[in-house]
């Protein structure tokens, strides 16, 4: 890391001195304004922009566009410029679904930080020479496709599947539990497919922790747990922040867990949304409150991470 | 390469003696092994580059690829080998789960695909969304081993866009041991003694339809007030539920995690393959049958050699075929004789007379497709 600087002060020079022997006006003026690193930079930037341009904002602006037209007769979208979509969007009969959805992704964030924090701390501190296996381990998973791996918790819970057959058979319990097509199935489904996406920022913020602070932490008397609650914890902040948003806003929009484990009464957001694309064919309804859940979940990422303190993400 | 092929074709038709039609040589060579051999391979060598199909005026020439998008496991072993070695072509098969995903493809532009086997009502949404294409008649004569009733369905007098596939019902799935005193109405789906092991499908318009068979309304009503009471009736027996899923209740049926399932007639005899417990019943109050048939999508790059290959499935030993595979009535009466009797005599697969005269079609509903919409996430979120 220390020798950014210095290759970006290089590259700004080389680029630079050709701007100078070109002579271009508009170069010399743009790099003047903002410094000779800054041309580069956006040099630099210029092929992502255009991949954000052209796969994220312009699908966004069509749905936004979508958003205000309405179904025509045989489920096509015919443009047009009315709220409609948005005042059925926010509907009372919706309360619950966005309730409940934002509750499963916050029992997945909490679960997936108690489960994955201690993990990331373990390989971060004790991994050694096994670090680059074990998190191969933790991404493993990724390489199976997630519908594969969500169909492989239908077999585990269901009245039939492992966790009963091995409990009736040790005679702990005498009638299968209804584990699976509950809240319960749900919230371990999302826990479960999220708990990488949790750990992989953990481990590398506790990765980059400065052991001498925890020494020093040490040397002046506090104990372990006090080093971990004091020390470690608040400097490990960055990663536990970036991690319960990297899991907390894809499980709000998740659809396909609670289709495959939930029940009937475990319909999240995202199956509402799904449902307006696919059966109910209502493409500029179900853009309208993909647009409102958005805004509602930036406005909630604002808040906590001015809260949580914007530096720290750095 | 094509330049070859045509020679050898030429050649062949010399052989043959006498002018005839591409298709009624193909035929002819189909009865040859070795003409076979050498067309395949031909077809093989051509690779990418797709000979161009003229279908207009009945004429044409098989195409070297044909692209068939069809329902998952809705297809026997032979059909499209025996098809690829008769006709020198080779199929390119892809599947899809449900009708709502094969439109959302057809709907996002140009699939490419050359034959799509949509279900009744969504036949008229895609002709409602200028999505699929007339069909050449000509090219098809086997259309005559259709039931009459296939040849005037609702949907499409005439088979002006559809040549159908395979038809069946919807029913109850049940498990016979578990479920002693089962009777064939859509009331055991609202026992209470059998709470947490009853499933209902996902497809909208089909879980209101149960609920107005129950009422004895038509599930193709207009009226708000009736799709009200369903959907009351419907809330009432969410509690009973294990969850709504048109794609898990096969599994569950044959592992005893449900014994009561709403679902279609062929998805209940494959888990009754796994669990010869499980049972199928339509219920007296009437129910919904359904036809999956064959469209060509419009702008589909082989239109002629996907009328041929409607023409072979119409062909009584295909249609049957397919159906002693899948275990879906066929709608081929020529194809009876073919069929197995232990199919064709099940009255859970070929229903009565009685039991036929209580079954209806969904019928696509244009604007009042809101309501069954509305009424169906009100449902799901309460």
Redesign the interface.
């Known amino acids: 890391m220390s020798k950014t600087p210095a290759n970006r002060g290089a590259e700004g020079g080389t680029s630079s001195a050709i701007f100078e022997k070109h002579g271009d006006p508009l170069s010399r003026a743009m790099a003047r304004l903002r410094g000779h690193s800054f041309a580069v930079a956006n040099l630099l930037m210029a092929p992502t922009m255009l991949w954000l341009v052209l796969f994220l904002m312009l699908p966004l602006g069509v749905i936004l566009v979508y958003s205000f037209g309405s ?1 025509g ?4 979208v015919i443009l047009g410029f009315s709220f409609d979509n948005y005042l059925r969007a926010f509907n009372p ?2 309360l ?2 966005i309730l409940r959805s934002f509750g499963f992704a916050a029992l997945a964030t909490v679960f997936t930080l108690v489960l994955g924090y201690p993990l990331a701390y373990f390989i971060a501190v004790y991994g050694g020479r096994r670090k680059n296996m074990y998190l191969i381990m933790v991404m493993l998973p990724f390489w199976t496709s997630y519908l594969i791996r969500t169909y492989s918790w ?1 077999v585990i819970l ?3 599947g492992v966790i009963n057959t091995v409990l009736q058979s040790m005679h702990i319990i005498d009638n299968p539990l ?1 584990l ?2 509950t809240p319960f199935s749900v919230v371990l489904g999302l826990t479960y497919g999220f708990l990488p996406f949790m750990t992989l920022p953990l481990y590398s913020s506790l990765e980059k922790l400065d052991k001498s602070l925890i020494e020093a932490s040490w040397d002046l008397g506090a104990n372990r747990v006090w080093t971990l609650l004091r020390v470690t914890i608040p400097l490990s902040m960055p990663g536990v922040i970036a991690g319960t948003l990297l899991t907390f806003i894809p499980a709000v929009g998740d659809f396909v867990t609670p ?2 484990l ?4 475990t ?1 999240m957001i995202g ?2 949304i799904q ?1 307006q ?6 493409w500029a309804y179900g853009s309208a409150l993909s647009f409102s859940l958005m805004a509602i979940l930036l406005l909630g990422i604002f808040f906590y991470v001015r809260k949580a303190g914007t530096e720290n993400l750095a | 390469m094509k330049r070859l092929d045509n020679e050898v074709r030429v050649l062949l038709l010399d052989g043959l003696g006498g002018p005839m039609t591409r298709r009624g040589f193909l035929k002819r060579a189909g009865a040859a092994g070795l003409l076979v051999g050498a067309s395949g391979f031909l077809a093989a060598c051509g690779g990418s580059e797709s000979s161009s199909t003229t279908a207009a005026g009945g004429g044409g020439e098989i195409s070297e690829e044909l692209f068939f998008y069809n329902w998952s496991d809705y297809i026997d072993e032979e059909t499209l080998p025996n098809f690829e070695t008769e006709y020198g072509t080779k199929v390119v098969y892809d599947n899809y789960s ?1 009708n ?2 094969l ?2 493809k057809l ?1 996002s532009g140009a699939s490419g695909y050359d034959i799509i086997v949509p279900t009744d009502y969504m036949i008229t ?1 895609m002709l ?2 200028d999505l699929i294409q007339e069909i050449d008649l000509d090219n098809i004569p086997n259309v005559a081993n259709l039931y009459p009733r296939f040849r005037e369905a609702p949907f499409d007098p005439g088979n002006k866009y559809s040549i159908p596939w395979q038809w069946g019902t919807t029913g109850i799935g049940y498990n016979s041991v578990k479920v002693p005193d089962f009777r064939p109405s859509w009331d055991m789906l609202w026992d209470e003694k059998y709470s ?1 092991k009853i499933t209902m499908m ?3 318009r089909d879980v209101f339809a149960v609920a107005l068979f129950r009422l004895g309304y038509d599930p193709n009503t207009r009226d708000a007030a009736q799709i009200e009471e369903a959907k009351q009736m419907l809330i009432e027996q ?2 009973l ?5 048109s794609s ?1 209740y096969i ?2 049926l044959a ?3 449900s014994y009561l399932s709403h679902g279609w007639s062929g998805d209940v005899f494959q888990a009754q393959l796994d669990n010869e417990d499980v049972m199928y019943a339509v219920p007296e109050e009437g129910s919904l049958t359904w036809v999956d048939s064959m469209c060509i999508p419009k702008g589909a790059p082989h239109k002629y050699t996907a009328e041929v290959f409607m023409d072979y499935v119409c062909r009584p030993e295909v249609a049957a075929a397919i159906s002693n595979y899948v275990f879906y009535a066929s709608p081929n009466e020529a194809a009876e004789e073919f069929i197995l009797p232990e199919i064709l005599e099940d009255p859970q697969i070929y229903p009565a007379q009685e039991t036929m005269d209580k079954l209806s079609f969904l019928e ?1 509903l ?2 009042d ?2 309501l069954y ?1 509305q009424a ?3 449902l ?3």
């Open positions: 179904r007769t045989y489920g096509d009969t919706w619950p679904v239908i269901r009245s039939q209804d699976l097509n289709d495959l939930g029940g009937p009464n319909m199956n509402l449902q694309f696919l059966s109910a064919r209502d | 449900s709502d995903d439109l959302a709907q949404t409602g969304l947490g996902s497809e909208i969410k509690p539920l294990k969850h709504y899923s898990t599994d569950e592992s005893e995690d696509e244009g604007t497709t809101e919409n169906y996430q009100e799901r979120a309460s």
